[in-house]
């Protein structure tokens, strides 16, 4: 699809995702992944998904954008770096892990995504799409690879070779078709396993997927049973969600401070020491992290996390 600017559509399109604060945006062909299907189903049925049922569901619209918004034709995605070097200052203080350092990233990118598609829509205003962060049933890291963003590192976490893999995805399923991107085709992660080597819980297996039943992120935000008794010493000071297999990835050692305000960490959480964690009131909780990841969770499961670790910090 051309424009009357003579540049076509997908161009215009990726220059407008960089205007807006992308850092990456491919496209791909809305067909059906196929070989997927098989992973994912399997993936569910050994149980891997642990208490995230709601995987098992609509896996035909995961695998299938067409199902998911009819009339389908192509899927822009898009990268957004949430890296930073930015630390929490208390000595040995409970972990929140760099995606939920600020606002929470739905909103963030949702907004990013709507004026996306207006923009769209103004070049060609017989487009519809749909926005999706991870609110609908579809396999974002795979349409990631298909639109050349990246291939799945051993942590199962998409990785570009530009920005590492502390990105977060976007996606918009519009009903018109345009130039498409090659997918990812190499892997670049080689032999090296340091991921699988470092990760405390071992969850992390090795056809590129990892068991959620025991990955410190889904034991700190998603579980709502209390963590394993011999997987608490293991969480290693994470309170809500884990960086421990992307830190240590080679890919991420030149990787860049975000450019995103709403990303940054509070400094009222920068500078909390132990005694305020372990204080925290539920009032505090909910002023605190009142447009954060965290405020999804439950206090009492969080305050839960708060107590594990700080058994083994001392
Ligand atoms: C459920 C979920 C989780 C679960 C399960 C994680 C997982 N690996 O599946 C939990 C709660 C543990 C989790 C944790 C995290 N998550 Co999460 N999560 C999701 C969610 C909602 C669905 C993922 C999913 O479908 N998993 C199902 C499994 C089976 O898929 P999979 O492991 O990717 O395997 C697929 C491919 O690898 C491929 N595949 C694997 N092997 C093979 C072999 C062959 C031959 C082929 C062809 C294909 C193939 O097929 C599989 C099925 O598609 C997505 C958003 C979305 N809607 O996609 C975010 C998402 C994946 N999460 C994200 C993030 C940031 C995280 C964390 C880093 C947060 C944190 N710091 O704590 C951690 C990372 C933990 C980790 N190592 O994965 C980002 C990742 C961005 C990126 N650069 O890739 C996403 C995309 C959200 C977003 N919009 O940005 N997450």
Redesign the pocket.
Known sequence: MTTSADKPISVLIKEKAADLGFDLCGIAPSDI?V??ES??RG?CSAGMNGD?GY?ERDIEKRINPGQLFPGAKSVIVTGLNYYTSKKQRGVGVPLI???AYGIDYHDVIKEMLSELLSFIKVLSPETEGKIC??SAP?????WAQKAGLGW?GR????VNDKIG?Y????VLVVNSKMEYDLPSGEDHCGNCRLCIDSCPACA?NN????D?RK?I??LT??SKSPVPEELVPELKGMVF???I??DVCPWNKNAQQHKIPEFELPEKIEIMNSNEWIRLSEEQFKVLFRRSPIARRKYHLFRENVTNVTKFNG
């Open positions: 992944l070989e997927q992973v994912l993936w995230m995987l892990s760099k995606y962060v991870d579809l396999l974002e890291k795979a799945p942590h199962s976490i998409l893999s990105f977060f995805l976007g992390i056809n590129r997927t990892i959620a990955c992120s889904y935000t998603v969600g884990c960086d297999c992307q």
